[in-house]
């Protein structure tokens, strides 16, 4: 945490899987498999809608109620697919250069606490780029509720005013939303821009280097500046 003596500081809370790792059709296998596991199924298009959201959310939808066996499963199968995880393009430069920009760099994901060395240390990031790293787990409601972006705003002492979410998802864009924050959106998801802008993303971009290419004229530039 900063020192008390510290005012607010301008921030950038990014979303981990599917923005800084390339880990969304991991999880859509993981999910897939898990539900053949349970004498279940649902197409892998329907699962991918769901990535980005905790699991009981994906459970509720895709079998219609909170299914711990289900959940378990999926974090079983993902865990035996960690080493294909890979960063996505730029996500180390572009951590890199917001910190150097001096933002708080806040990393806030609905991933299990168990897969988040693996996939942090898949982003590749320096040592001490990231201020803070904050999931689920720690708030009452996942995404699209506002609650972590919230929390991750508590953590990092960061100025609501100067501060932005980075993300791949509706669900992303939804919190920040409702968190009173603006969302900028990539690709890398899978989501298409025109849906990401329609949930109201203010900028989409292709990946995390595309961003830093434009980062300057970008609305991170809010927190940069």
């Known amino acids: 945490m900063p020192s008390p003596n510290r005012g607010p500081r301008p921030g950038v809370i990014f979303d981990l899987d599917g923005t800084l790792v390339?880990?969304?059709?991991?999880?859509?296998?993981?999910?897939?498999?898990?539900?053949?596991?349970?004498?279940?199924?649902?197409?892998?298009?329907?699962?991918?809608?769901?990535?980005g959201m905790s699991s009981e959310r994906?459970?509720?939808d895709l079998v219609g109620r909170?299914?711990?066996q289900v959940s378990e499963g999926h974090g079983r199968h993902f865990r035996r697919l960690l080493?294909?995880?890979?960063?996505?393009?730029?996500?180390?430069?572009l951590l890199s250069e917001v910190h150097r920009l001096g933002a708080a760099v806040v990393v806030a994901t609905s991933a299990k606490a168990d897969d988040l060395d693996?996939?942090?240390?898949?982003?590749?990031?320096?040592?001490?780029?990231?201020?803070?790293?904050?999931?689920?787990?720690?708030?009452?409601?996942?995404?699209?509720?506002?609650?972590?972006?919230?929390?991750?705003?508590d953590v990092g002492a960061l100025d609501r005013a100067?501060?932005?979410v980075v993300g791949d998802t509706v669900w992303d864009v939804e919190a920040a939303t409702r968190c009173g924050l603006p969302c900028v959106a990539v690709l890398?998801?899978?989501?298409?821009?025109?849906?990401?802008?329609e949930a109201g993303a203010v900028?989409?971009?292709?990946?995390?280097?595309?961003?830093?290419?434009?980062?300057?004229?970008?609305?991170?530039?809010?927190?940069?500046?």
Not at 83 to 93: I, K, T, Y
Not at 132 to 143: L, R
Not at 191 to 196: P, W
Not at 203 to 225: G, I, T
């Open 162 to 164: 100067r501060c932005v």
């Open 83 to 93: 080493d294909d995880v890979r960063a996505s393009r730029g996500a180390a430069e």
């Open 118 to 153: 693996a996939m942090l240390a898949a982003v590749g990031a320096p040592e001490g780029v990231v201020d803070q790293v904050v999931h689920t787990a720690e708030v009452e409601e996942s995404k699209p509720a506002p609650d972590l972006l919230e929390h991750a705003i």
């Open 22 to 51: 390339d880990t969304t059709y991991l999880h859509v296998l993981a999910w897939s498999r898990s539900l053949h596991d349970a004498g279940e199924q649902a197409a892998m298009a329907s699962i991918h809608r769901l990535i």
């Open 66 to 68: 909170p299914d711990d």
């Open 188 to 197: 890398t998801g899978g989501t298409t821009k025109a849906e990401l802008e």
């Open 203 to 225: 900028a989409v971009y292709r990946d995390p280097a595309e961003l830093l290419e434009h980062l300057e004229e970008s609305p991170l530039a809010r927190a940069l500046r």
């Open 58 to 60: 994906v459970t509720a």
